[in-house]
């Protein structure tokens, strides 16, 4: 498994990540404790997490997704690189969610007794947050960093001028900037490329990408109609995204003509759609998921996947109306 440094960091990260948002509600403990053996084996050391995980549950179940990964950490903590977020709500207080001072020094405190862990990586904000003062975030984040808890700082889902306004706030305060952006990213989903991949490029930041599947949509396993039951397109308060996201007539030929053309080329297009983001030279990882360790097979073999010139082309051809989401559905 290849590694990479998370942007202009010293941190080394494997070019495969594995997300942990399924675990403790569609994936039961002792099956996430597997897939995490199996990643860990191929040498997938980046592991990527949030305090509301697992997606899809409720208030009671948050945290529940950090409980299974800190079970299983001892005797490995020195192995993986460990990657949570705040910002979420996680309490039915109103303060128990945002990126204020107060949420996000008890947010990382609860999620490191959760993680069963004294520090963590890479802390993110999971998104923005319009309705704190983005110094007041910045002094927090880099608190955390000169306390010893957190090693780096990232953020998730952000639009690219705010990121630039982050970025260039930090500098002029003279705190820890951020070294990583987390967006969804693949050949279903391309806006990125216009604003944010080459702002990341610019600032040299490090660039992790969820969603490399589209929800899964890129096995080609779901057909139009009603979605398979225990999938993400069913799963709890989630399903509605990501059908909003991916469940269109538009999506499925898209699919089918990847299908088409990864079998022509004699690729698994789970495989090539992972190899496909990683080709794009602004990321640095790309994360992965599954509910079941065989599920792993083709992803994983994404990271030794070296794309032919011509196929990529072809698959950059096919889903090139993706870089301008709804404006030329």
Do not use: C
């Not at 269109?248 to 992972?274: M, P, Y």
Request: without cysteine.
């Amino acid at each position: 498994m290849q590694h990479r440094n998370l942007g202009n960091s010293g941190l080394l990260v494997s070019r495969l990540g594995i997300g942990t948002m399924t675990f403790g509600l569609q994936t039961d403990e002792s099956t996430s404790h597997q897939i995490l053996d199996r990643v860990h084996e191929a040498g997938v050391s980046f592991i990527d997490t949030a305090d509301v995980y697992p997606i899809g549950g409720t208030l009671e179940t948050i945290g529940r997704t950090e409980e299974i990964i800190g079970r299983w950490l001892p005797g490995r903590r020195d192995r993986v690189v460990l990657a949570t977020k705040a910002v979420g709500k996680v309490g039915p207080a109103p303060w128990q969610q945002g990126a204020s001072r107060k949420h996000l020094i008890e947010a990382l405190n609860a999620s490191l007794k959760r993680l069963n862990t004294d520090y963590v990586d890479l802390y993110q904000l999971h998104w923005d947050d319009g309705q704190t003062p983005l110094d007041e975030t910045l002094e927090a984040l880099d608190s955390l960093i000169r306390d010893g808890k957190v090693r780096y700082v990232g953020v998730s889902n952000f639009l690219a001028y705010r990121l630039a306004l982050a970025l260039g706030r930090s500098d002029l305060l003279g705190l820890n900037r951020f070294i990583s952006t987390q967006s969804r990213y693949s050949l279903l989903f391309r806006e990125i490329e216009r604003e944010l991949l080459p702002l990341a490029e610019e600032q040299q930041l490090g660039v992790i990408i969820y969603n490399p599947l589209a929800g899964g949509l890129l096995s080609g396993k779901h057909r139009p109609g009603d979605p398979s039951a225990g999938t993400r397109f069913t799963l709890g308060s989630v399903a509605q995204v990501y059908q909003q996201r991916y469940w269109h007539e538009r999506q499925f030929q898209t699919v089918n003509e990847l299908q088409e053309l990864a079998g022509q080329w004699g690729v698994d297009l789970v495989t090539a759609s992972i190899a496909w983001t990683l080709a794009n030279p602004a990321v640095t990882t790309a994360l992965i998921g599954a509910s079941r360790p065989e599920q792993l097979e083709q992803t994983l073999k994404a990271s030794e996947l070296q794309l032919h010139p011509q196929f990529k082309a072809a698959l950059d051809e096919l889903s090139h109306t993706y870089r301008y989401g709804d404006a030329k559905r």
